[in-house]
Nanobody, 123 residues
């Protein structure tokens, strides 16, 4: 399984971006999917997760109400809509997939990771 994250870029504070993460290799519609980020000098941080059915969704408190995770199983793709972006959201954003299908914030549960996409929010 390969995960390809895209959609990062430079945006002003208050702006929006949508990240996408497409899976290839084989269908992983029954995998849970998650988004994490890592800023320089910091630990990788959980952001959002969605179960394979889409009926369980979790967010980190730091992004709750601003970020929205969704998935399109027909396209093997998960999305992260990011609104009201802040300079502290600047980081490399990673998508991940968990074969057990249940949404979780535990990064150790994820089996596959994308290569990361840079998001930079200017003040």
């Amino acid at each position: 399984v390969q995960l390809q994250a895209s959609g990062g870029g430079l945006v002003q504070a208050g702006g929006s971006l949508q990240l996408s993460c497409a899976a290839s290799g084989f269908a992983i519609s029954n995998y849970a999917r998650g988004w994490f980020r890592q800023a320089p000098g910091k630990e990788r941080e959980f952001l959002a997760a969605i179960s394979w059915k889409g009926d369980s969704i979790y967010y980190a408190d730091s992004v709750k109400g601003r970020f929205t995770i969704s998935r399109d199983n027909a396209k093997n793709t998960v999305y992260l809509q990011m609104d009201s972006l802040k300079p502290e959201d600047t980081a490399v954003y990673y998508c991940a997939a968990d074969r057990w299908g249940r949404a979780t914030s535990d990064r150790r549960a994820y089996d596959y990771w994308g290569q990361g996409t840079q998001v930079t929010v200017s003040s």
